[in-house]
């Protein structure tokens, strides 16, 4: 059994957001947002989640060094020592691999959850369960536990894991037999009809050690990084060190060559926040579990139109999603499976399903305003 004296978490805190433009921007990405209308943002939800069930001061932070004003005033409980402050962006995998190696110094024998900070959770008492039980397979066996949900959709934004063999018995945890990022959307329907893959939920788990054997078995760059790492236990690195780290994903990385590569089948409800359009999906079709789904804020009417914390008349309208700032009433006649949001003086009207368009929209307005 795992020592829970051993377990530690990193939320990764410093992607952009830019794709649920205008609301999401570059000074106010979505990890600092609360879309559900929870009151408590992306960022604070996650951490409320782990410090459930690991010590405060065993939950690291990294974000890019431009939000640490806004880490500071949404998680007045992370001290300064325990934020990871980025001075450019290089992936997943120097994060990951910072942090572990000042955790390790911390504790040799550390089991570290990795979570993005973005992520919409169910139900917290699964969570909760699954994360221990991965957390004591990370301590039993040497390896990495990506946490997987089962589909309960075709669903061509998310990556999918393929379940291979069950590991000692255990009716959860298998070898991985594959990786698929954002397949298109008949193998999408493929996978979720075969029952033999999982959505990655972008959760992992593994062994300080082990961690930091194979990102320099398997990342060469990193051989001459890691012990100066190490050497310098400190969360604050020189900029020259981490510019010096390729620019690479966990899962490209490092998840894709290991041998001792696991995922868990969990019960856990989950959404990414990625797109306006996944969006509105997951508040249509996710498994509703013991917390209520969507919140008293978020209305869904009998034609599946969406309401974020918004107010909203629909006439002759279908499938569109609604998200104003307070105050602000929408009045929408003849309008079919659109976007429609308001943020900082931007209004975007746009089908929800074209990630394209509102690309080129993003790109018009940041020309007009520079």
Not at 329 to 337: E, R, T
Request: negative net charge.
């Amino acid at each position: 059994m795992n020592n829970p004296k051993n377990n530690y978490c990193l939320i990764l805190a410093g992607g952009l957001g830019g794709r649920l433009w205008p609301v999401s921007r570059e000074h106010l990405p979505k990890q600092f947002l609360d879309f559900s209308g929870a009151g408590r943002t992306l960022i604070q939800r996650t951490y409320d989640r782990f410090a459930r069930f690991i010590e405060p001061s065993h939950i690291f932070v990294s974000t890019q060094e431009s939000y640490l004003p806004l880490v500071a005033e949404q998680l007045p409980e992370v001290p300064r020592e325990q934020i990871l402050a980025e001075p450019v962006r290089r992936g997943t995998l120097a994060p990951v691999a910072w942090a572990t190696a000042a955790i390790s110094a911390l504790c040799p024998d550390a089991c570290i959850a990795v979570s993005p900070a973005d992520q919409v959770i169910y139900d917290d008492n699964f969570f909760i369960d699954d994360l221990k039980r991965a957390l004591n397979m990370a301590a039993a066996h040497p390896g990495v536990i990506t946490l997987g949900v089962p589909p309960t959709r075709p669903e061509t934004g998310y990556g999918y894991v393929q379940m291979g063999d069950l590991v000692n018995g255990d009716e959860n945890i298998f070898h991985v037999k594959s990786f698929t990022e954002k397949p298109d959307l008949d193998f999408a329907r493929m996978f979720t009809d075969s029952g033999e893959f999982l959505w990655n939920t972008g959760l992992f788990v593994f062994g300080a050690h082990y961690m930091i054997y194979n990102i320099v078995k398997h990342v060469p760059e990193y051989t001459d990084v890691f012990p100066e790492l190490t050497g310098k236990l400190t969360t604050q690195q020189p900029p020259h060190l981490y510019t010096a780290m390729p620019n690479l994903s966990m899962e490209y990385a490092v998840l894709e060559h290991t041998g001792h590569n696991y995922v868990q089948r969990c019960r856990f409800g989950w959404a990414d926040v990625g797109t306006w359009y996944t969006m509105a999906t997951d508040v249509l079709h996710s498994p509703r579990t013991n917390t209520p789904y969507p919140p008293s804020d978020v209305k869904v009417d009998g034609r599946e139109n969406i309401t974020m914390h918004s107010e909203a008349l629909f006439d002759n309208a279908s499938g569109n999603i609604v998200r104003l700032p307070s105050g602000h009433i929408a009045a929408i006649s003849g309008l079919d499976n659109f976007v429609i949001t308001e943020a900082d003086g931007v209004l975007m009207i746009c089908p929800k399903n074209d990630a394209a368009a509102m690309r080129r929209l993003q790109t018009l307005a940041h020309l007009e305003n520079s």
